[in-house]
């Protein structure tokens, strides 16, 4: 599988992109940065030690800074911690970021791989929005476009009503669910349903060295946050969206239309709707398998 993931490294972005990494059937063409958990700058810095750490050449390309029409908001350093990885100063990488903008890199991709790329928007969805602007046909030649984001049933996690993605970025999801391209929504309906606890971070660093070590490391920031907001556990939210692309058999889902407020005081409600292209929307899932299947899976990164 052809795989973009579009991310705003922050920890369970590093979970996502390092579960990637140990998946022999991905075929990891490149990474695209967006503003969100930390800036766009750090975020790209963070996603160049993460590909420094799987020990592959992957482009990484930066993207937006800013949503689309939303003023800029400040980061959250009290989920990912001040540099996105947990109390982890971000070390220097040994890469530079690909010449491209996010947008320019995800429109020549799907252009020379039409009906083969699965991209995983795992931030804000600016820069998916913004190659829809720049390249017309990115919508139908995207093999499917798998998301982070929104909350149809379940309630929000930065406002009673709004996923954090799309919180940062409404206008710029609303484009994207309008579009008629192949979406798949994984929101907070399915991804609190599986909870990495402390025991299971210890499995990781037990099973696999430096990344495993890396992986416990930059959790105990995050797992913190979630103890505040009395939850024993983090949310499996961004490598969800790579499971459901690889796995769809372990959720159940509904094809409906979707739209997002885009003002008032539920900004960044995802809802049912009508008069606009069907996605599938993910609702449950085998939480169980899930969480076995990822945990066997990230020990296996090396
Ligand atoms: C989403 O928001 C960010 O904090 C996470 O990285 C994830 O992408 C969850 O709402
Ligand atoms: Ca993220």
Do not use: W
């Amino acid at each position: 599988m052809k795989l973009i993931i579009d991310t705003d490294p922050g920890v369970d972005d590093a979970l996502a992109i390092l579960y990637a990494a140990a998946d022999p059937e991905i075929e990891l063409l490149g990474l695209t940065t967006v503003f969100g958990n930390v800036t766009v700058e750090q975020a790209t810095r963070n996603a160049l030690h993460l590909v420094d750490r799987i020990g592959r050449d992957v482009p990484v390309a930066q993207g937006a800074g800013k949503p689309r029409l939303l003023p800029p908001f400040v980061p959250s350093h009290h989920v990912h911690g001040p540099e996105g990885l947990g109390s982890l100063a971000a070390p220097q990488p040994r890469r530079a970021p690909h010449a491209e903008s996010a947008a320019e890199f995800l429109c020549r991709s799907v252009r020379e791989h039409p009906g083969e790329v699965v991209v995983c928007p795992i931030g804000p969805i600016t820069n998916i929005a913004d190659a829809m602007d720049m390249d017309p046909a990115f919508a139908a030649n995207v093999r499917e476009i798998v998301v982070m984001g929104g909350a149809v049933d379940a309630p929000g996690n930065v406002t009673p009503f709004a996923e954090a993605n799309t919180y940062h970025d409404p206008h710029a999801l609303d484009v994207v669910l309008a579009s008629g391209a192949p979406v798949t929504m994984v929101g907070l309906d399915v991804t609190l349903k599986v909870l990495l606890t402390e025991t299971d971070f210890d499995f990781v660093a037990a099973g696999n060295g430096p990344n495993g070590s890396f992986l416990k490391e930059i959790s105990r920031f995050y797992l913190d946050f979630y103890k505040s907001i009395g939850l024993m556990g983090c949310g499996l939210h961004d490598p969800m969206t790579l499971i459901a692309a690889r796995y769809p058999e372990l959720f159940s889902s509904e094809r409906t239309a979707l739209t997002v407020d885009t003002d008032g005081p539920a900004i960044g409600k995802t809802r049912r709707a009508n008069g606009r292209p069907a996605v599938n929307v993910l609702l449950d899932c085998d939480a169980e398998a899930i969480k076995a299947h990822f945990l066997a899976a990230v020990t296996k990164v090396q």
